[in-house]
């Protein structure tokens, strides 16, 4: 042996021993994790598996080592109690002990061969530095690459030149890094394979025969795809040939081809696995659907339902988000009902919602598109969406330039009045234009002025008030030009703050609307084509007295207390409206009156001031989309379920809360009939009132307004207690009362509300004889509760009922219960429909949703209740 040789060969050196040793220890970890997946994974050449993406862990190793270049004398055997490391042009290597033969480099225990991004590991490795091969014997381990791939093996070959070889029994890894004793996900879709055999063709390029694929934890994955071969492209697709999935061993479903994607931006086109369940109404439900990847920024979902008591069911989104700030979603709903005669419920609701923005103008679509009203009440599976007889499209482009605003719009508004497809009150806006002000400074001079303008193409109709009299219709566009400046002067003097307005109103109609009389008292309504022009001059006086307010000594609950009181009057005097019962109501716009009133309002705040130092709240909210009133919170694009930040769960505590709000408010009418407006025995709709409520409460000549209760109470951000109410003095009766509270404590979530109004009947273009006046009361409870989170791990469970006191029946009611794994979950949902003789349904739905793969089932993320 010549002993030069070997000295130069060996190269001692403490720093590369210590950086071996810090990789050993790394690796020791990686592999204790691993070979319990070997041993919990055995496999047999009699299954055939299923393969869909997965993840587990990868260990993150250090740079690679930087080493003298090899020289080239011939060298014997070497050992050392600690590797050494050398280097061959862009291969390094390291070994306890190492042999050269010519080019043929043999390595001995702790054996390391490095090369690009990729280390291979073995007890035994022999590597040909001609030719690049490499062959690998005991605890065979391959780890490195863009998508942090892991192999582990028995034994196996690999070229590094080509990045290519061949494994056996394989466990192995994507997207995935183990950091010290920590997983670290490196992709939104890491998985986990083991096979016989694994085939590296290429540099991302994996083959994988008789194995299988999982997303849950090792060693005991709740599920797993078993296939009997796998063409998996990293960060592309996953290919599946011959697959069963099973659900704790067992088998559940057989799959001659699926594809999985594992790409960092998951969108494939392909069919979605199938959904079914159950109604009572539809009978047995089965649905498949196609996902249609059209580019980057731009997909659709086309599908259909079959329900075994009515039909088919076809469906479908599409879907783009050309740049940040703009998007595209349409969404249609169907039903080819196949009952014949009135028993037919079928239809159609189409949705577009879509934004945008070009230069300085803003785009915003919100189309819907409803057949019938029936076919809502018989098939929407959202109880808000099921009774909600109105229809409302809305398209504009807007501008704001220096306190000016310019709109150009589309709207369409449908009142369904019953479950009769020709009994609905439509009103088209289509083209309007519109143009308004803030209040900007009169020159030098302390005056400020304002406008707003409009021009308008108007069309309505309405149903018959009675079967002798025909439908109301504009039949044909009313034009409508609207002129409004204005000018106030605001003054403050020792903490009073007055601010006198006046301005002028012209308004031309090409059409006006005639009542003439007709059978049983009833006055029959048309549109004439003689143009009508209204003018009004309008004077306001806004006071606010100076602010009372007290700080009160000491603390109480660990808090300062303030309470502040707001007072406020307006006077508002509306004169030169004449022609009143000529116009044509389509918007506020129309129903401008004379009037001459005052509003008082008071309103009183209590606020909270916490002490320095208080800790934040960082306990994340149990369920936020659990709610009674209101809505829930979104995002600003439609498809996108709202979760709560990830990154800052925690909630910064306000110094100063506003813990109570109270605002009473009434007016008094010096004119109590509104210049001749208003008519006896009948809801009157004016201006004046709905500043005030919107609720109608003129059927007679009256000097005061019903008062005004608005009433909030928020302690904190998981109490939210609302109560609104209308009490109408005159005929001693709550016309109005909405009670709303919601709250969090822990993982548990509570809600509450009453809704009752005590109301009269009326058309919305005009009045309403007494002769068919009815007073229905309308009295619906609501009751939320929910315990766990969305992605909780364990049990969680809500319900929402909905309770009709007036007929004294349970309208709808919903339980939803889940469990959630590391990597999958099951949720089912039980849901009730009574809307009278329309629908009396009972649906039982459910999901079983796998870790980034999909769900299974016909329980639809958006109507679940968390």
Avoid at 7 to 15: A, D, F, K, L, V
Avoid at 626 to 652: F, M, S, T
Wanted: net charge neutral; proline share 5%.
């Amino acid at each position: 042996m010549d002993r030069s040789c070997n000295n130069e060969i060996r190269q001692p050196n403490g720093r590369f021993a210590s950086r071996a040793d810090a990789m050993l220890r790394s690796r020791m970890l990686r592999d204790r994790v691993f070979s319990r997946m070997v041993r919990a994974f055995p496999m047999t050449s009699r299954t055939r598996f299923l393969i869909t993406a997965t993840f587990v862990c990868h260990l993150l190793l250090g740079p690679s080592i930087v080493t003298s270049q090899l020289l080239s004398a011939p060298s014997p055997r070497s050992s050392s109690s600690t590797p050494s490391s050398l280097q061959y042009q862009d291969v390094s290597w390291s070994a306890i002990s190492q042999e050269l033969d010519g080019p043929i480099i043999k390595l001995h225990q702790k054996a390391e061969l490095h090369y690009g991004t990729y280390i291979l590991y073995g007890d035994e490795i022999t590597y040909n530095r001609d030719t690049g091969d490499s062959s690998a014997e005991g605890n065979v381990v391959l780890d490195g690459g863009p998508d942090d791939e892991h192999i582990q093996a028995r034994r196996g070959t690999y070229n590094v030149r080509s990045e290519s070889g061949r494994f056996e029994i394989v466990n192995g890894t994507t997207g995935m890094r183990l950091k010290a004793t920590r997983l670290i996900l490196t992709s939104p879709n890491p998985f986990a394979f083991t096979g016989k055999v694994v085939v590296k063709t290429g540099p991302e390029h994996y083959l994988v025969y008789d194995g299988t694929i999982t997303t849950c934890q090792m060693p005991r994955p709740k599920w797993q795809f078993y296939a009997h071969e796998v063409d998996v492209q990293v960060g592309g697709n996953a290919k599946i040939y011959n697959s069963t999935f099973r659900l704790e061993g067992v088998p559940i479903l057989f799959f001659p081809f699926a594809t999985h994607p594992i790409e960092k931006r998951p969108r494939q086109t392909g069919f979605l696995i199938p959904n079914a369940g159950r109604s009572s109404i539809k009978g047995y439900i089965v649905g498949e659907s196609v996902f249609w990847a059209i580019n980057p920024s731009m997909d659709a979902l086309l599908g259909t339902e079959y329900f075994s008591k009515r039909g088919w069911a076809p469906q479908g989104e599409f879907r783009a988000q050309p740049s940040e700030t703009s998007f595209v979603d349409l969404n249609f709903f169907s039903v080819l009902d196949r009952l014949q005669g009135a028993a037919n419920q079928g239809g159609a609701d189409v949705r577009l919602t879509a934004e945008g923005n070009l230069h300085h103008f803003r785009g915003v679509a919100n189309i819907d598109y409803l057949s019938s009203y029936v076919f809502r009440l018989a098939f929407s599976d959202v109880f808000a969406q099921a009774v909600n007889s109105e229809v409302n499209s809305t398209a504009f482009l807007s501008n704001a330039t220096r306190g000016l605003f310019y709109d150009a719009s589309m709207q369409r508004y449908q009142d369904f009045e019953s479950a009769n497809n020709d009994d609905v009150v439509a009103i088209l806006h289509a083209p309007s234009f519109e143009s308004f002000s803030v209040d900007h400074a009169l020159g030098r001079s302390p005056f400020y002025w304002s406008y707003d303008a409009a021009v308008d193409g108007l069309e309505r109709s309405d149903p018959p008030l009675h079967a002798t009299i025909p439908n109301f219709s504009t039949a044909g566009l009313v034009e409508r030009f609207d002129l409004n400046p204005s000018i106030s002067l605001p003054l403050q003097f020792h903490g009073w703050s007055v601010r006198p307005e006046l301005s002028l109103r012209d308004t031309l109609y090409t059409k006006q609307l005639l009542s003439s009389a007709a059978a049983g008292g009833i006055a029959e309504q048309s549109a004439s084509s003689d143009a009508i022009n209204r003018r009004a001059l309008e004077g306001s006086v806004e006071i606010r007295p100076p602010v009372l307010e007290r700080v009160f000594e000491g603390e109480f609950l660990g808090r300062k207390w303030k309470h502040v009181i707001e007072p406020r009057v307006v006077y508002n005097y509306v004169t030169g409206v004449n022609n009143f019962a000529d116009i044509i109501r389509f918007d506020e716009r129309d129903i401008l009156s004379n009037t001459n009133e005052v509003e008082y309002s008071v309103v009183n705040r209590i606020y909270s001031k916490r002490r320095a130092g208080e800790p934040d709240d960082c306990s994340s909210l149990a369920m936020p989309t659990l709610l009674v009133g209101g809505a829930p919170p979104q995002n600003r694009i439609p498809w996108q379920r709202y979760e709560p930040a990830k990154d800052n769960p925690c909630h910064a505590q306000p110094q100063l809360r506003e813990v109570v709000r109270w605002e009473l408010a009434q007016k008094y009418f010096l004119d109590p009939t509104f210049g001749g407006a208003l008519v006896d025995g009948q809801p009157n709709v004016l201006a004046s009132t709905i500043d005030l409520t919107g609720i109608a409460f003129l059927t007679s000549a009256r000097r005061l307004s019903p008062l005004i209760s608005r009433l909030r109470v928020q302690t904190s951000s998981r109490t939210d207690l609302e109560w609104d109410v209308d009490y109408d003095f005159k005929s001693g009766i709550i016309n109005n009362s909405t009670a709303l509270l919601n709250y969090r404590i822990g993982q548990f979530t509570l809600g509450g509300g009453n809704a009752y109004l005590h109301i009269l009947n009326a058309t919305a273009s005009g009045v309403l004889p007494a002769a068919v006046l009815t007073t229905p009361s309308f009295n619906q409870f609501r009751a939320v509760f929910g315990y766990g989170q969305v992605n909780k791990r364990g049990f969680s469970a809500a319900t929402n009922l909905g309770f009709d006191g007036g007929t004294g029946s349970l309208q709808y009611s919903s339980v939803q219960l889940s469990y959630n794994w590391d990597c999958c979950g099951v949720s089912t949902e039980y849901r009730r429909f009574n809307l009278g003789t329309v629908r009396d349904e009972n649906q039982l739905r459910f999901t079983f949703a796998l870790a980034n793969v999909g769900s299974f089932g016909n329980l639809r993320r958006q109507e679940r209740l968390y």
